[in-house]
Each structure stands twice: as structure tokens, then as C-alpha cells.
């Protein structure tokens, strides 16, 4: 199927979970990375912040189970077309952007590009690491932009079941998929 085909089917599928189903997927997808990620080994993460309105993953136990290890966390914030990261700390200012994303109000890009992660939001990925987004592209640019030793992850609450048919040179691939079920990898090894 082509990626406008999987956004569309897996926008639908997302918006039939109720919030006690996506607090309950949230939480088994949580559970899977800190089994399958040494949090001893993570010391710089860049994660999203979640939008309930869209049913995304919860990754506010991320955050937390982060924070308290001493990971230093980065989150993204959009300037025009581009994502950048702001690091994020219990005490960086906060406020919701004209998407509903609640984001730094610090708009200074923390210029790091060695993150140990980055866990990113998706619609739907596939059996080779093909992510499907909301289809702006702003991960792809972002991914380009930092190390390649990064792990890529995405976190979703579907499975791979088909292949995303219109893959182009710009997309890059997801190391790891984190699902209710399981930790997938795409590079041959965990």
C-alpha cells in the first residue's frame, strides 16, 4: 500500500482505541523498551511529546522513567519546516503550539547531535523499518541531521502487516519498532 493508504487506515484504526485501550498499549510498549534498552545506556534521548487527541503513545512514563535515571532528555519543537531539540527539564517552560503539542517555549535548538535515541511518533511501520508519518517529513530531516549511530525507534501500537509501497531516497529507515507485543529490530540485533 502507499504511504497516503496506510495514514489514512491506520488514522482510522487509531482513532477506534479507547483512551483505557491506549493507556494499556502505551504502558506495554513502555514496558517492552525498558526491557529491550538499557536505560544505563541511554544518557541522551530525544522523545516527542504525546498528543491525546490523536491517540498517540503515552510517553510520559518515558519521560519520567528517564528523568529519574539521569538521562538527559531533548524534545522537538518546530520552527517553520524544521524540528528542532530543546533539551527538557523539570524545569523547562512549557506551552501548547497551534497543533495542541505541548513543546518548550524556548525556541534556542540545543545543537546536540550525538543522541544515544530517538524515539519517534508513527502511524505505521513496516516489516523493513519504512515509518509511516504524518507525512511532512520533518523526521526524515531531523534523522539526517544527527549522528547515524542514533537508534532510530519508533513506538506505535500496530504491528508491521504490509509493505509501504512508495518508499523514497529522502525517507530513512526506523533501527527498532516498539509495539504493544513486542520490540522489533531492523538492523539484526537485540
Known amino acids: 500500500m502507499t504511504k497516503t493508504e496506510l495514514r489514512k487506515t491506520y488514522l482510522e484504526l487509531r482513532k477506534t482505541l479507547s483512551n483505557d485501550e491506549v493507556l494499556s498499549f502505551s504502558n506495554l510498549i ?11 545506556e541511554l544518557k541522551k ?8 487527541k490523536f491517540n498517540e503513545v503515552d510517553t510520559q512514563p518515558f519521560i519520567a522513567f528517564l528523568q529519574a535515571n539521569g538521562t538527559r532528555l531533548f524534545v522537538p519543537k518546530m520552527i517553520g519546516s524544521q524540528l528542532i531539540s530543546v533539551e527538557l527539564t523539570p524545569r523547562t517552560p512549557m506551552a501548547l503550539n497551534s497543533w ?11 545543537g546536540e547531535k550525538n543522541f544515544d535515541a530517538v524515539l519517534t511518533p508513527l502511524l505505521y511501520c513496516d516489516a523493513l523499518g519504512n515509518r509511516v ?11 539526517n ?17 504490509e509493505g509501504v509501497d512508495n518508499v523514497f531516497e529522502s525517507d530513512v529507515r526506523l533501527d527498532y519498532l516498539v509495539t504493544p507485543r513486542a520490540v522489533l529490530s531492523f538492523i539484526g540485533n537485540l
Open 45 to 52: 534521548v530525544h522523545l516527542f511529546q504525546s498528543i491525546s
Open 100 to 110: 495542541g503539542i505541548l513543546e518548550p517555549t524556548s525556541s534556542e535548538d540545543s
Open 145 to 161: 541531521s544527527i549522528s547515524p549511530e542514533t537508534k532510530k525507534i519508533g513506538v506505535g501500537f500496530f504491528d508491521p502487516a
Open 133 to 143: 508519518g504524518y507525512g511532512k517529513g520533518f523526521y526524515d530531516g531531523f534523522f
Open 30 to 40: 513502555f514496558k517492552h523498551f525498558i526491557e529491550a534498552f538499557d536505560p544505563k
